[in-house]
């Protein structure tokens, strides 16, 4: 895939997680098809990752109760940051990182949920600024297998 550019995000998210679509018309006030191929005035990229990707989609599933969580949905929201990652500026890894990486941090329960869900370079990344000797006896037991 050529470099992500900033503008190309919003449409690359509703194409690869069409269940974005609430949150975009949310954070845009317009349609999802208007919000990603017309005038990016409303796009932020911080508050987009965070808002749209974090807070709306990918946070509710982590917090879902393992049988109930839609991995299929992970799956993509993984695809589409790892896509961002590997295939975007610095800027823009560095947003990814910030809103999508860092908030996970937050929560031995997130993150547990979260690494298995991840792709080779998220995870990378996720693993080389956790502090694993934090993290509970019960956490490490459940990321063993991520954390050699």
Excluded: K
């Excluded at 946070?59 to 049988?67: G, I, V």
């Excluded at 975007?88 to 990486?101: C, D």
Aim: net charge negative; hydrophobic share 50%; with cysteine.
């Amino acid at each position: 895939m050529p470099d992500i550019g900033r503008h190309q995000i919003p449409g690359l998210l509703l194409i690869m997680v069409p269940e974005s679509r609430d949150g975009i018309e949310a954070v845009a006030g317009m349609s999802a098809e208007q919000a990603v191929s017309g005038d990016l005035g409303w796009f932020d990229l911080y508050d987009f990752l965070r808002d749209v990707v974090f807070r709306d989609l990918v946070r509710p599933e982590l917090l879902a109760p393992e049988a109930e969580r839609d991995t299929e949905l992970l799956g993509r929201c993984a695809e589409f940051a790892e896509n961002l990652l590997l295939n975007s500026t610095q800027p823009v890894a560095s947003a990814v990182f910030y809103q999508l990486v860092e908030p996970l941090y937050a929560s031995e329960e997130l993150l547990v949920a979260a690494i298995p869900q991840m792709q080779p370079e998220m995870l990378r990344v996720t693993l080389e600024d956790m502090a694993v000797d934090r993290l509970s006896a019960s956490a490490r037991a459940a990321l063993a297998d991520y954390l050699h």
